[in-house]
């Protein structure tokens, strides 16, 4: 694939703004200078290709080869039909486990589709997400295998400090199950799962039935996530959809994420999507978000980035750099230091082996790799998720 260069991203960040300002900036974008294959892989990469493809629909098309119209006209097409798919499997999925006595929340996926966007078909999901309390996992993991989820790598272990999620393979489709028993790591602030249960709500939409999250807790989340992963384009991008969406309990939310201390997260998600994707705020929200300097130093630093498409891997040196000057308080950092350095991950039982009565071990040996990963891997730059420094899984 050849590389997006700047007018690629330009036009791709353009979709995103406000309609209809995204017509009129898309348009502005449309001439002789785009590499319109690598737009399309662009777009598709990060899940923004159906959205891309509604916004150009709306744009004078005489600069838009017939050929290329039609290729994204069968892609989005395409990722239609899967989202409808895994829309009616998530539903079938969740109404077995509650069935089953459990109360399963669906996040992501479908659902993230309907409350961002109103259309389950515009946002392209990569997977689908359930969480079910750390309790209820070995029953949902039976369950699931019935219905033919199995591990994805059978030495999964769902009892690592440092794993939230275990991946499911099922065997005739093509996407995956993240099944989660929390919302976030150890080393990152806590998303209260017990009270976003007890907030959840049904959403139904073009087949899909779903538990899920209210929209500040979904908010609250996408920040999270966002801010986990370094603040890839597709994420930001959620926020803003979200945030348009004009349902919003403000102070509900800016209250929470206080009581969370993850208030700079939110902060910053809520700079960027201002910054990138021109999304408006309550003027005593902007104001408060206005009111973090090191948020808006930190975003300021992102825009540069994300306009160039140039991605901060969360599992390198830069990333944990990067998650710290989000991390507010001393304790805070200090505990992100020491579950980041020690809490064992799936990753660490695929480096070593150990009999199930030294398990204890692995808080040994994720220390003992990580200081080896930083000591003995060359930094390397890249795009388009790169890393940027040297592993730290």
Known sequence: ????????????????????????????????????????????????????????????????PPAILA???????????????????????????????????????????HAAYGDIALRDSGDLDIFVPHSQIAKALKILAAEGYGKKSPGSNVDLSGDIEITLQPQHLPWELDLHWQFSPRYF??????????????????????RTLCPEDLL???????????????????????VRQGNMDWADLMSEAARQNCWRMV??????????????????????????KSAAAVAAHLVSRLRRCEQISEDTLSGALLHLRMVTGRSDRLRYVWHRAVDPKQTDVNFVRLPEVMSAAYYVVRPLRVAAAALFRIPQGGRFGGSSAEPLH
């Open 220 to 242: 609250l989340y996408l920040c999270l996530h966002a801010a986990r992963e370094c603040w890839p384009l597709k994420c930001v991008f959620d926020i803003a959809a979200l």
């Open 1 to 64: 694939m050849t590389s997006p260069s700047q007018p690629e991203i330009d036009a791709l960040i353009a979709c995103g703004a406000p309609p209809p300002d995204a017509v009129r900036r898309l348009s502005g974008h449309l001439d002789s200078r785009l590499n319109w294959p690598a737009l399309i892989e662009l777009a598709d990469s990060l899940r923004m290709l159906p959205l891309f493809a509604r916004v150009l629909s709306q744009c004078p098309l005489g600069t838009v």
């Open 267 to 292: 902060a910053v998600g809520l700079q960027l999507a201002a910054g990138l994707f021109q999304t408006s705020l309550p003027p005593h929200v902007w104001s408060r978000v206005q009111q973090d």
């Open 189 to 210: 602030p806590a998303f209260d799962a017990a009270r976003a249960a007890e907030r959840s709500i049904v959403v139904q939409s073009n087949g899909l039935t779903a």
């Open 71 to 113: 290729e994204i006209r069968s892609r989005v097409v395409a990722k239609a039909m899967r989202s409808l798919a895994m829309a009616g499997e998530l539903s079938r999925l969740l109404r077995i486990l509650e069935t089953a006595g459990m109360t399963p929340i669906a996040f992501k996926g479908p659902t993230l589709a």
